[in-house]
């Protein structure tokens, strides 16, 4: 396809229009299969099913640098029905991994929030290990949007 | 840079057996080892990797964190509750240092 | 290099990035609209929206918090929650901390800034009849440092300068913006600022108005386009996970339309500062505000 020179320069804006966040320009990006990894790792071989855990977080951010995302989990907290860990990945970040959030019985319930940085438009995952050793996971689609300018 | 200070949310009091939600906010930039400086030199990492709850010294949660999280961290998570006491709250530093904050709670 | 050349090339730079900076009615999800919500902050309601000044080009000045999504308003509803309030604490730390040849700190002489401070910034800029120009809070916080705490005068951006202007600043959250225009040469100032405004600057060739007036909520590129208020300064930016000054915002605007941008507290920025400032006026003081 042959571009004219006013189309080539439109291209190339439209390009450095796709710049990442304050995580700053790499090349080298996680993808699911290093996710994946991940969470072998950490169910040790187990493919989550899904249920019982519940991902919440924005359907855009507005901006990739805090976003915020909460995690629940179906469980009484209490004997063998305990939440151990639920893991957070962020499949198209630099670096997966996000957060470990460990619960006890005194957390009364498997719940947290927090706010986190997403390089660009990814797959958030969810995943909950469970005291019995089964496992859940939760994805959302999180999609990040290039700002306009100023500052 | 100002040293990282924390704030922490934790009701005065609360009915035994109770359910209780706790927020924590820290300031402190989590310089995430993605970017690069004005020479093209990668700015190393420095970011607050572990926050732990206890109440009257035993764990109530606990979070490793990753570089992923944004600046001034902020968790908001449950808490149950049987008995008056004393949440500690513990923030470590890549560097080392760590940061704490105490809070009390009338549990009737 | 000859001038038709040059002149083509400049043509054809502005085109590509001009393509790059459409203005879109609309993307994917985003609404076009302000929403129709009051901002409350610890349950108490701020005026974010309000009638005009007189000769002001809408009927109703809008906060910019109206502007954003719902998980960024979220952000600011709770003091708690919002991130910004960190740099407030920091102020308050500062304001009780000793600096200078004097030995005092600004509570030496202003006691307890809750009282002292209260609903005061909603009337800055104000005129400083010794420099013979505007001044904001930044550089009255400067003026008392030199000449009553014999203490240097904070840098742009620096040091103190910005969480103590948002601790001053929020004694005034939910204070309605309100400048007196008739004290001394202000009217002329404003005049300058209004005339800033409307200039278009840049390769870009925008001006304040382009994006703020004429463009209001369209957007560009993905950001929802606000009416540029100021009544929210210092602002906790997700973009850099800090407080961001006016002044700040102003140049990097105006950087982003590839024009040289003047120097904080210059005559230019202070003229604009002014004008803008009064663009929001009847709206609360929602220092420090969230944004993007």
Not at chain 3, 127 to 150: T, V
Request: proline letters at 4%; hydrophobic letters at 35%.
């Amino acid at each position: 396809m042959k571009f004219t020179r006013r189309q080539a320069l439109g291209l190339t804006a439209g390009a450095a229009a796709l710049s990442f966040t304050g995580f700053g320009i790499s090349t080298a990006f996680a993808n699911a299969e290093d996710t994946e990894k991940r969470i072998m790792e950490f169910t040790g071989n187990k493919k989550p099913e899904s249920g019982k855990i519940t991902l919440t977080a924005p359907e855009i951010a507005e901006n990739g640098n805090t976003v915020p995302i909460s995690v629940s989990v179906e469980s009484a907290m209490s004997g063998d029905d305990l939440v151990e860990s639920v893991m957070i990945l962020a499949e198209g970040n630099p670096n997966p991994a996000v957060a470990t959030f460990h619960f006890t019985e005194m957390s009364g319930q498997a719940s947290a929030t927090t706010r986190m940085r997403l390089a660009k438009t990814q797959n958030v995952v969810a995943v909950a290990k469970m005291k019995d050793g089964s496992v859940y996971s939760d994805t959302r689609l999180v999609k990040v949007t290039i700002g306009g300018c100023g500052g | 840079m100002a040293k990282s200070k924390p704030r922490v949310k934790v009701p005065k009091s609360a009915k035994a057996g109770d359910v209780i939600t706790i927020k924590t906010l820290i300031s402190h930039k989590m310089e995430s080892g993605q970017r690069k400086d004005k020479q093209g030199k990668v700015i190393p990492r420095s970011i607050i990797n572990k926050f732990t709850c206890e109440f009257n010294g035993a764990k109530v949660f606990e979070c490793d964190i990753d570089p992923a999280i944004s600046a001034n961290p902020f968790f908001e998570f449950s808490a149950k509750v049987s008995e008056s006491g004393t949440f500690k709250f513990i923030w470590v530093d890549d560097d080392g240092s760590t940061y704490t904050e105490e809070k009390k709670i009338e549990v009737s | 290099m000859s001038g038709r050349k040059h002149d083509v090339k400049n043509k054809l730079i502005a085109a590509g990035l001009a393509a790059a900076v459409a203005f879109t009615s609309g993307i994917v999800g985003l609404s076009a609209d302000p929403v129709d919500e009051t901002l409350s902050i610890d349950g108490n309601p701020m005026v974010s929206r309000t009638k005009a000044p007189e000769g002001y080009p809408f009927d109703e000045v809008m906060s910019g918090w109206l502007f954003r999504t719902d998980e960024t308003r979220a952000l600011q509803s709770d003091s708690f929650n919002n991130p910004g309030m960190l740099g407030v604490e920091e102020g308050e730390a500062i304001w009780n901390t000793v600096e200078g040849s004097e030995g005092k700190s600004c509570a030496s002489c202003h006691n307890d800034a809750k009282e002292s401070m209260k609903g005061i910034a909603a009337n800055y800029p104000k005129w400083d009849a010794d420099a013979k120009r505007p001044i904001n809070i930044e550089l009255q916080i400067n003026k008392c440092r030199e000449k009553n705490m014999g203490a240097e005068p904070y840098a742009f951006d620096k040091s103190g300068q910005k969480p103590l202007t948002a601790y001053i600043k929020h004694q005034s959250l939910g204070t309605p913006v309100a400048l007196d225009l008739g004290k001394g040469e202000l009217q002329k100032w404003w005049d300058d600022g209004k005339k800033l405004y409307y200039t278009r600057t840049g390769q870009l060739d925008l001006s304040c108005a382009s994006c703020h007036e004429q463009n209001m909520g369209k957007n560009i590129r993905a950001d929802h386009l606000s009416q540029g208020q100021v009544n929210g300064f210092p602002t906790y930016r997700l973009k850099q996970g800090g407080l961001v000054s006016v002044h700040n915002r102003f140049r990097g605007c105006i950087r982003d339309t590839r024009a040289e941008f003047p120097k904080a507290f210059s005559d230019e920025l202070m003229a604009l500062e002014l004008y803008v400032t009064w663009r929001g006026s009847g709206l609360s003081v929602e220092t420090p505000a969230v944004r993007q």
